[in-house]
Nanobody
Framework: EVHLVESGGGLVQAGGSLRLSCAAF????????VGWFRQAPGKEREGVSG????????HYADSVKGRFTISRDNAKNVMYLQMNSLQPEDTAIYYC????????????????????WGQGTQVTVSS
């Protein structure tokens, strides 16, 4: 059974940094596009960043460009999200996801979702 497991969330002060990890199990990791989403209380899920299987394409939401960096290590079946200059508005549950379609790990679509999701990790940024 496929598992995506996030880690690295926590509480940080504004201006601080966190690095999220997403480990894939029982999964042909290097065949999939993977990405990060987040959902804050009362808000719709938002696509944060996506990356193609061979690291040749990356996408970032405008709200995180220049602050967040996505990467992946196919040899270790792990994806990362380095988050710098965190702000209170970055507070949310962060989810990793995997899809055969690149667009589905870059943006949230109401009518179609990635193939696999992790369980989420909480990121809280205090002011």
């Amino acid at each position: 059974e496929v598992h995506l497991v996030e880690s690295g969330g926590g509480l940080v002060q504004a201006g601080g940094s966190l690095r999220l990890s997403c480990a894939a199990f029982e999964f042909n990791f290097d065949a999939y596009n993977v990405g990060w989403f987040r959902q804050a209380p009362g808000k719709e899920r938002e696509g944060v960043s996506g990356i193609s299987p061979l690291n040749d394409r990356t996408h970032y939401a405008d709200s995180v460009k220049g602050r967040f960096t996505i990467s992946r290590d196919n040899a270790k079946n792990v994806m990362y999200l380095q988050m710098n200059s965190l702000q209170p508005e970055d507070t949310a549950i962060y989810y990793c996801a995997a899809s055969r379609l690149y667009e589905l790990v870059c943006r949230h679509f109401r009518t179609e979702e990635p193939d696999y999701w992790g369980q989420g990790t909480q990121v809280t940024v205090s002011s």
